[in-house]
């Protein structure tokens, strides 16, 4: 079976930078649609919610507007990883971020919590001068 395992986060100033990674096991990422999602302390009756998302072709998908412009991802299929660059962190970027994996024919990304089978542990950002 699939597990996940996010890696990377950690307290930054504002401005900085963060590199987060989502290492796999039990199977090969590249047959995966996988999704970044974080959840912000406060919003909690929110749930979490949808960051980006890479498709199994490479399609990427970007969800989070304030996060525009901000964001790179990646896969490395000889680590069996998918990496989140993370640049120009804002306060309002804290928050628990989470990787998550579904795997269907088509393999086209989406930002519905309940279509990912598959979730990491979760790595704390915390953007904080």
């Known amino acids: 079976q699939l597990q996940l395992v996010e890696s990377g986060g950690g307290l930054v100033q504002p401005g900085g930078s963060l590199r987060l990674s989502c290492g796999a096991s039990?199977?090969?990422?590249?047959?995966?649609?996988i999704g970044w999602f974080r959840q912000v302390p406060g919003k909690e009756r929110e749930g979490r919610e949808g960051?980006?998302?890479?498709?199994?072709?490479?399609?990427?998908?970007y969800y989070e507007e304030s996060m525009n412009g901000r964001l790179t991802i990646s896969r490395d299929n000889g680590k069996n990883t998918v990496s989140l660059q993370m640049d120009g962190l804002l306060p309002g970027d804290t928050a628990v971020y989470y990787c998550?994996?579904?795997?269907?024919?088509?393999?086209?990304?989406?930002?519905?919590?309940?279509?990912?089978?598959?979730w990491g542990q979760g790595t704390q950002v915390t953007v904080s001068s």
């Open positions: 998550a994996a579904r795997r269907q024919f088509y393999g086209v990304c989406t930002s519905v919590r309940s279509e990912y089978a598959y």
């Open positions: 039990g199977a090969t990422l590249k047959d995966y649609v």
């Open positions: 960051v980006v998302c890479m498709s199994r072709s490479g399609d990427v998908k």
